[in-house]
């Protein structure tokens, strides 16, 4: 048993460096590119069954088994954040680097390491004829683009089981966050730039009320942990 282990993580981490290799920013053309490598490396396997969706967001991969008992569904993510500035970067970010046992480059915590671990599960499920199902998505860092057609694709699948491969520091947690999206709006009075008290500026009003935002009482749930509060975006007109 330690022997598959061992040769299942080795597995994983090729997988997780050929994955990290892949550019995928959220909402370009890389990452179409990056999906349809994927989806032929899957279609590849022995014993697998790949149905992509209609608008190519979302995949879900099956092993052909018996699955009358039910099945367990690994969810997975394949694009990422923008690099940034490269100058910030002490590698590649999109050329995986192992430094002092830990796996360096664009993706490998979130999530390309957990999306390469499942694929490496599923990989051994069609082998042995097991049941395993695997949803791969796109643009989940810009919206969760690529989940309403994955939840389409789960159609008559018996699911018994869901796993998110999110970064957990290697702890299984049950449930995860929801998240509620704001938009909130200050109106002003347009006035000449050279007489801004004939105005009133719009920004500024969004200035005074951001304090009092970050003051809210925030709630805790013993499972989930404490809520949080972001303010992601201020854009003038």
């Excluded at 970010?93 to 993706?107: A, I, N």
């Excluded at 860092?141 to 018996?158: D, H, N, R, T, W």
Aim: hydrophobic share 45%; charged share 20%; aromatic share 4%.
């Amino acid at each position: 048993m330690s022997a598959n282990i061992e040769m299942m993580s080795k597995q994983a981490v090729a997988w997780t460096e050929d994955l990290i290799a892949m550019p995928s920013v959220s909402g370009t053309t890389q990452e179409d590119s990056a999906f349809q490598e994927v989806i032929r490396r899957i279609r590849a396997i022995p014993g697998a069954t790949i149905k992509v969706a209609a608008d190519e967001k979302s995949a879900l991969c099956v092993s052909n088994a018996d699955m009358s008992n039910g099945v367990v569904a690994f969810v997975g993510h394949l694009d990422t954040v923008p690099t940034m500035s490269l100058e910030a970067w002490e590698t590649g970010p999109f050329s995986p680097d192992v430094r002092q046992g830990r796996l360096y480059g664009r993706g490998s915590s979130d999530m390309k390491s957990g999306l390469a671990a499942a694929l490496v599960v599923f990989e051994r499920a069609c082998k042995e004829s097991k049941p395993c199902a695997v949803v791969i998505t796109k643009d989940e860092e810009i919206g969760c683009l690529g989940a309403p057609s994955a939840v389409k694709l789960f159609e008559g699948l018996p699911i018994v089981g869901m796993v998110i491969m999110e970064s957990t520091d290697n702890i299984i947690r049950f449930g995860h966050r929801g998240a509620l999206w704001i938009t909130a709006t200050s109106c002003g009075k347009a006035a000449h730039g050279s007489r801004p008290e004939l105005g009133v500026n719009a920004i500024l009003r969004m200035a005074h009320a951001i304090p009092h935002i970050e003051r809210m009482p925030l709630l805790m749930d013993e499972r989930l942990g404490k809520e949080s509060c972001n303010i992601g975006t201020i854009r003038g007109a």
